[in-house]
């Protein structure tokens, strides 16, 4: 099957002007200034193919928007290729702009003084979708995201997460091949995280739409990206399954354990994270985890046992602070 | 075609809406707006009044139907501005605008076009107040005022240009307010906004014609309250489609070097 999204050594380069503080090297900036280059974007090479959902991640700073915008068209690479269904993003042609959406947490494309119908309507006619199409394409996301009690309501009179809802409903309105999702559920509740986690599994389940999306909240990733890309400094740190970034990079798992007669020393066993009553839990190195759960049980009267994974939040955590030159 | 009519017709209809949501608001910025013609209106007719009923061949009735004509054309020549540039810019509207299927300036024109029709209806009645105040001097044929009904839309094409033009420098410094006060200055003068042309120096008069501002202004007034010969309304109304050409070329080709510097800032 070939890419849908084609990018190989992709770069973004800035040109900063940078200067020392003070009133002389201010003075001394209107004769000579001097530039810094800010690499956002290093070199990142990667291929997604039609319907995937990936994760795009990376901490604050990585490049992750920087590379959403050059895939939207926003912004122009410095070097590199970068093919999105067959178009040079950059170039912005009409016919690639209807096929594709990005929704960013901070967008706004709603009237604020309007019911959000009006604004939808406006949409209808920005993508020229025909009316019928757009009626049934409009109340199916209504309902599929609970909105029929909210589209009369100015927009101001929505709470953060209800103007988010809308937002997405005006950005997929036109119902795009490809969405960039850059932090879609970002200061919403959890209630308001899963309802536009599932509406956006369901997209992507009817329309077989493929999705790239950035979150810092790694529950939106587990529950929608079977693949992610990981990206630092704006260069590429992992590309892949999620389960096999977890078995690459955790170092430790988590035993949970009930015993029924208390234990005088458990750190001998791991590092204890925390003692409820009878129950116990404690974080154990990958390697040690078979050995431990075998002393735990033949040492003490272990009344049930769990081993888990580490959280992904924390396995990410230990992607960032890896150096990329111990990776390669 | 039908696809750019389609959406022009729904973006001023989201645009009338909006107004319409604050319709005393934007009464008190149209008062507002009324008392810069007014004091010209008002010292010109003084000065008229003491050169012995008239200057430069204006009279009292003929200089207030002169600004009362001038309170409407400024209306229909607001455009998006050089400042709304730098906040669009800012707040990551323009990202929003460039992600859809449209040239950003067509959101502008249709939102402005949209948003006079809603001001032309709130000055009906001032215009009608000053006309009681004022007694304007006032007969236009039927072609001044067909003239008239092409020049006001030429006009605010050709200030939506120029000032989409000045807007774009925020794409090379975000400092556009200092060129934007020169811009002022120069359309004061040179446009027939703070006198009637022909009251100016001859130099002025002729430094006019080569610059847009008058086409954006005084000539869609002079229209209606001059006595222009066939042979002028249609040389001006040339003025304002060659304007319009010229400029629309103009804005697309710094457009293509300009959305290649653009970095997204702001969303």
């Keep these: 099957m070939s890419s849908v999204i084609s990018i190989s050594k992709l770069a973004k380069h800035y040109q900063v002007p940078e200067r020392e503080a003070g009133l002389i090297a201010a003075a001394k900036g209107l004769f000579k200034r001097t530039y810094k280059t800010v690499k956002a974007v290093d070199g990142i090479s990667f291929n997604i193919q039609p319907g995937e959902v990936v994760g795009f991640l990376g901490p604050n700073g990585a490049g992750k928007t920087t590379t959403l915008k050059m895939l939207s068209g926003l912004l122009h690479p410095t070097s590199g290729e970068l093919s999105v269904l067959g178009y040079e993003p950059a ?73 988010m809802k809308m937002e997405i409903v005006g950005a997929l309105l036109h119902k795009p091949k490809i969405l960039f999702l850059d932090e879609p559920t970002l200061g919403l509740d959890v209630t308001m995280q899963k ?134 | 075609m039908k696809r750019y009519f389609d959406y022009y017709i729904s973006m001023m209809r989201v645009s009338v809406m909006e107004q319409w949501q604050y319709p005393v608001a934007n009464y008190f910025y149209m008062i507002g707006m009324l008392a810069e013609p007014v004091i010209y209106m008002v010292v010109w007719s003084a000065v008229a ?102 020049a006001i839309w030429m006009a605010y094409l050709i200030r939506t240009i120029t000032l989409s033009l000045l807007g774009m420098v925020t794409f090379w410094t975000t400092r556009v307010s200092a060129l934007f006060e020169l811009y002022f200055a120069a359309e004061l003068i040179l446009s027939g906004r703070l006198v009637p042309l022909s009251l100016m120096p001859e130099a002025v008069q002729t430094a006019a014609w080569f610059f847009p501002f008058r086409w954006a202004f005084g000539y869609p007034i002079e229209v209606l309250v001059g006595s222009m010969s066939v042979s002028d309304l249609l040389l001006g109304l040339g003025m304002q489609f060659a304007w319009v050409f010229f400029g629309s070329v103009i804005v697309s080709q710094i457009w293509k070097i300009a959305i290649g510097r653009f970095s997204a800032v702001g969303g």
């Design chain 2, 49 to 150: 009044n003491q050169e012995g009923g008239s200057v430069g061949g204006y009279t009292p009735g003929s200089l207030a139907a002169y600004y009362i004509v001038w309170t409407l054309v400024r209306q229909m020549n607001i455009a998006f501005t050089p400042y709304g540039w730098e906040w669009r810019i800012r707040q990551g509207r323009l990202s929003t605008s460039l992600l859809r299927p449209m040239h950003p300036l067509h959101e502008d024109v249709a939102f402005f076009a949209g948003w006079k029709v809603v001001m032309i209806i709130l000055w009906i009645p001032l215009a009608i107040l000053l006309s009681l105040i004022f007694k304007p001097d006032l007969h236009p044929t039927l072609l001044e005022g067909a003239v008239f009904f092409i």
């Design chain 1, 195 to 328: 309802r536009i986690r599932s509406f956006v599994a369901e997209y992507n389940k009817r329309y077989g739409a493929t999705v790239l999306l950035t979150s810092h909240y790694m529950a939106d990733v587990e529950a929608l990206c079977k693949r992610v890309i990981v990206i630092h400094h704006g260069r590429l740190l992992f590309d892949g399954d999620l389960s096999a970034l977890v078995e690459k990079f955790s170092a430790f798992k988590t035993v949970g354990f009930t015993i029924d007669t208390p234990a005088s020393d458990l750190s001998q066993y791991g590092d204890v994270v925390s003692v409820d009553g009878s129950r116990v839990t404690m974080r154990v190195p990958k390697e040690k985890t078979s050995a431990v759960t075998s002393r735990l049980l033949n040492e003490l009267s272990v009344v049930d046992l769990t081993v888990e994974s580490a959280p992904i939040e924390e396995v990410i955590e230990s992607v960032f602070s890896v150096k990329r030159e111990t990776l390669e």
């Design chain 1, 91 to 163: 170039k912005r042609d009409h016919d690639y702009l209807r096929q594709i959406t990005l929704v960013m947490g901070n967008r706004n494309q709603l009237s604020w003084d309007l019911p959000a119908l009006d604004s939808f309507d406006l949409q209808r006619a920005i993508y020229s979708i025909p009316l019928d199409e757009f009626k049934h394409t409009r109340d199916e996301f209504i309902a599929l995201l609970d909105l029929k009690d909210l589209v009369q309501k100015p927009v101001r009179n929505l709470s953060l997460g209800e103007r």
